[in-house]
């Protein structure tokens, strides 16, 4: 074949008559109004995605975000984030900009990459859904703008907003590379993939995402699956595969290297790498963390238990292929986030695995398919689809309104409320079994208030007769009106003051609980 790109008009089509077309030849092509109006829509909807995320930066700091403020604290240069904190809640990126951003400055200046990260998210994702229809991609910023964990995770100065959006720039530059691979007499030689600047693009991604947050790692193993079943589809032979596969992701195996340098040195100089808290591996755990995911990205009830919303997904996956409503370039992907990795996870028997967080990547693919099917139904037309869509999406944003609701209501927590309850009503010494993720939080808003408030340890309790007990609820169960806490010789009573929840992925529900019969308390 030529290196020249030569128009060849289809057979059976003739060229316009322009003398003919008259006035109609200066209206705009549908498909490119389409576009027009998506675009409108998308800015709309990337505005209120602006908002929903400034909104839900508001209110305390929790746990995991002043817990990376303290590590920041002890080193001296912004380089140290690189060598010099060996832990798993270092977060490359978000650590160097709270280390450059400085202590006592508002949670809003702190949450400020996430917010930014996470409406980028939304223009992103519409670019990956223009390459079906400017349905499909209208219905990826929607999504994108109003999915609670999008939302709850590009609102908080941590690491994820950062993976979510890296991993949407990867999938996007990834199928960009891919496709001259598959179809490569489709494209001039000057576009070779093994030349293509998306590879790059991909890399970049990759290496992003790696700093953002270590779990971009499942992201690489998520594409590289989707590489390998789409060129062996594609009738490549096994070999053919490899090199292709190797030449594909060549800059992203190079970009992570920043990532994993800085893993080395901080094993080189700490000897170690502490993590802050490691729960066993067990099947029900995994399904707790993946099927809550699914459950929030498809906006059901709390009350779902998480194995029958993983079910269910697992259904709308298979109906929708079934009746061809995703795009087919985009099976592979499907399987590989939505099965491979999980699968790989599980296998792996990996700690921790309750957590949705760590499902990110997959859960970033179950968007683009929710939105290939809403997408995709819409583009069929008749009014019986688009009715089912008009359902389809009234469900959805339903569910992900109460979700959001809930957290701009309750926060990640109202630790100043309990503060200022503890200041005004009595002396501010208090007890918990629940020392480091209660003292942590409480020490940090004393130090910006000025004040201290006094940690009771188990030996010392019978000499601080505390005023107060926070109480930690990790399970969802009320907490009991009054407690009995302290050794035999001076055990004391404790009735609630308050109960205060917080956001189902981030943040702490505290109980507040007042000593009984000690007037003194009021001196």
Not at 15 to 34: E, K, Q
Not at 107 to 134: E, Q
Not at 149 to 174: M, W
Not at 478 to 497: K, L, M, W
Request: with cysteine; charged share 15%.
């Amino acid at each position: 074949m030529s290196d020249r790109s030569v128009y060849v008009r289809p057979i059976g089509i003739s060229a316009p008559d322009h003398a003919a077309a008259g006035p109609a030849l200066l209206r705009p092509p549908r498909s490119v109004t389409r576009s027009e109006t998506a675009w409108i829509v998308i800015g709309l909807v990337t505005l209120a995605g602006f908002g929903l995320r400034i909104a839900a930066a508001q209110g305390d700091l929790w746990l995991d975000e002043i817990w990376s403020l303290n590590l920041v604290a002890g080193i001296r240069s912004a380089g140290g984030v690189f060598w010099d904190i060996s832990h798993d809640n270092n977060h490359y990126l978000n650590s160097l900009w709270l280390y450059l951003a400085g202590p006592d400055r508002s949670a809003l200046v702190y949450r400020a990459p996430a917010v930014l990260f996470g409406t980028l998210s939304i223009l992103m994702a519409a670019r990956i859904g223009f390459r079906r229809s400017p349905a499909t991609a209208v219905a990826a910023a929607g999504l994108t703008a109003c999915a609670f964990p999008f939302v709850n995770y590009g609102s908080e100065a941590r690491g994820y907003a950062g993976l979510i959006l890296a991993t949407l720039l990867a999938v996007d530059s990834f199928e960009r590379t891919i496709e001259p691979l598959l179809a490569p007499c489709l494209h001039p030689a000057g576009a070779r993939p093994d030349r293509h600047w998306p590879r790059w693009v991909l890399g970049l991604a990759i290496g992003f995402g790696a700093l953002s947050h270590f779990s971009m790692l499942a992201v690489l193993i998520l594409l590289g699956f989707t590489a390998i079943i789409r060129l062996l589809q594609a009738g490549r032979s096994l070999g053919r595969v490899v090199d292709q596969t190797i030449g594909l992701f060549g800059p992203s195996l190079a970009l992570l290297v920043p990532a994993m340098a800085a893993v080395m040195a901080g094993l080189l100089v700490h000897g170690g790498f502490e993590v802050g808290g490691a729960s066993p591996f067990s099947a029900a755990s995994f399904l707790v963390g993946y099927g809550d995911l699914i459950r929030l990205m498809l906006g059901l009830p709390g009350g779902m238990p998480a194995w029958v919303a993983l079910a269910a997904g697992g259904v709308g996956v298979a109906i929708a292929v079934w009746y061809n409503l995703v795009d087919p370039r985009h099976y592979a992907l499907i399987f590989a986030g939505l099965v491979v990795v999980p699968a790989l996870m599980l296998a792996a028997r990996l700690p921790n695995l309750e957590f949705p967080r760590y499902y990110l990547g997959s859960g970033t693919v179950f968007l683009l398919f929710e939105a290939d099917v809403i997408g995709g139904m819409w583009d069929r037309g008749g009014r019986g689809s688009r009715c089912v869509v008009a359902a389809l999406i009234s469900l959805v944003a339903f569910g992900q309104y109460s979700w959001d609701a809930s957290l701009l209501r309750d926060g990640r927590g109202s630790y100043s409320v309990i503060l200022d309850t503890m200041a005004s009503e009595g002396r501010p010494a208090y007890a918990s079994v629940h020392r480091f993720k209660i003292q942590t939080v409480v020490d940090y808003l004393a130090a910006r208030r000025g004040t201290r408030f006094d940690y009771s340890a188990p030996g010392t309790f019978c000499r601080d007769r505390p005023g107060w007990y926070i109480d930690l609820n990790e399970d969802e169960r009320d907490p009991p009106s009054s407690i009995e806490i302290g050794p035999s010789d001076c055990r004391a009573t404790f009735v609630q003051r308050a109960s205060y929840p917080a956001s189902m992925l981030s943040g702490m529900r505290w109980t507040l609980y007042r000593r009984d019969g000690l007037p003194s308390l009021g001196g």
